[in-house]
């Protein structure tokens, strides 16, 4: 069983940066996916970034050039660099791996709790204008 832990959120003013972090415990020989989605009250669960085990990432278009998401292996950490954040930016962020290839928003957009099989409990963002 795979346990995911994320911490960093927090309160933040428009044009500000966070930097989130989630610690990933247990057997994640086969979860090579790692992802951050987030949610907005009233709003769907989006995806927002994935990293695979290449550290190949990909991100949704509202965040390229403003998130950066990396891992540290050694630490079983996964990382989301926010940076330039906007009111729109705010939500509850998740980080969830799986075995999903190819490990792409695209593809972990369309069914994220079939593809994703552990999730963390979130890490809430506020946004200040």
């Known amino acids: 069983q795979v346990q995911l832990v994320e911490c960093g959120g927090g309160s933040v003013q428009a044009g500000g940066s966070l930097t989130l972090s989630c610690v990933v415990a247990?057997?994640?020989?086969?979860?090579?996916?790692m992802a951050w989605f987030r949610q907005a009250p009233g709003q769907e669960r989006e995806e927002v970034a994935t990293?695979?085990?290449?550290?190949?990432?990909t991100y949704i278009e509202s965040v390229k050039g403003r998130f950066t998401v990396s891992r540290d292996n050694a630490k079983n950490t996964l990382y989301l660099e926010m940076n330039s954040l906007k009111p729109d930016d705010a939500a509850m962020y998740y980080c969830?791996?799986?075995?999903?290839?190819?490990?792409?928003?695209?593809?972990?957009?369309?069914?994220?709790?079939?593809?994703?099989?552990?999730w963390g409990k979130g890490t809430q963002v506020t946004i200040s204008s």
């Open positions: 990293i695979d085990s290449d550290d190949v990432a």
């Open positions: 969830a791996s799986g075995s999903v290839s190819p490990c792409d928003v695209l593809v972990v957009a369309a069914h994220p709790d079939q593809v994703l099989q552990d």
């Open positions: 247990g057997y994640t020989a086969n979860r090579h996916c």
